[in-house]
């Protein structure tokens, strides 16, 4: 039951096709997996990683054997880990090089929040005589506007960090699979000086061929 729940809400939330993420059988091209950074517990979400990075993965059923010896380390406790990595997993695929968007959007959020308190709180001064001193909502505005600047100076921070973390290491943020056109003479020149006319970057959709079934795993 845990193993089919955490991958039903991973399915959700990522959109992969995968249907069985904790099958430890797995085969990749190398090419994919150089590329792959794996911290903490992340093995879990391989095969969602690669589909970012832009291949096509395919299920091929396999033969497992039954338990033996030992116990399962299976339970309900590996749900909560898997609900904070998939948590990691969604922004670092979705707003890696943008956090702005998430913690700004939930300051602006707030923030607009905190003005419609503010003219409620006022709305009932002038029209119902509420004092603020009386209003907790005027206080529930103040807190939602100081937690609204705390998240846009938080995504700001968030963009100089990704920003410094790219440029710093001189990595780009976006992956080539292929390169047509930039000539093989020297300085991407085509020999007798000439530089192509036409440049085209490709990023191919790397594909895992189905395997034979084994009948032992």
Known sequence: MPSALANAIIRRV???????????????????????????????????????LGARTVEVPVNHRRRTAGRSKYGLTRVFKVLLDLLTVWFMR???????????????????????????????????????????????????????????????????VVRTYFESQRKAAYLIGESIGFGAGRGGAEPGGQRPSLALTVVPAFRLAPAPVPHQV
């Open 94 to 160: 979705g707003y890696q090089t943008k956090p702005i968007y998430v913690f700004g959007g939930i300051g602006l959020v707030l923030g607009i929040l905190s003005v419609g308190l503010s003219g409620l709180v006022l709305y009932q001064k002038l029209h119902n005589d509420v004092f603020v001193h009386r209003n907790p909502l005027f206080t529930l505005s103040m807190m939602l506007s100081v937690v609204a600047v705390q998240f846009l100076a938080l995504g700001l921070l968030a963009e100089i």
């Open 14 to 52: 990522t959109g992969t096709r995968i249907r069985d993420l904790g099958c430890s059988l797995k085969v990749y091209r190398r090419e994919l997996t150089d590329e792959l950074r794996l911290y903490g517990e992340m093995h879990r979400f391989i095969g969602v990683l690669v589909e970012g």
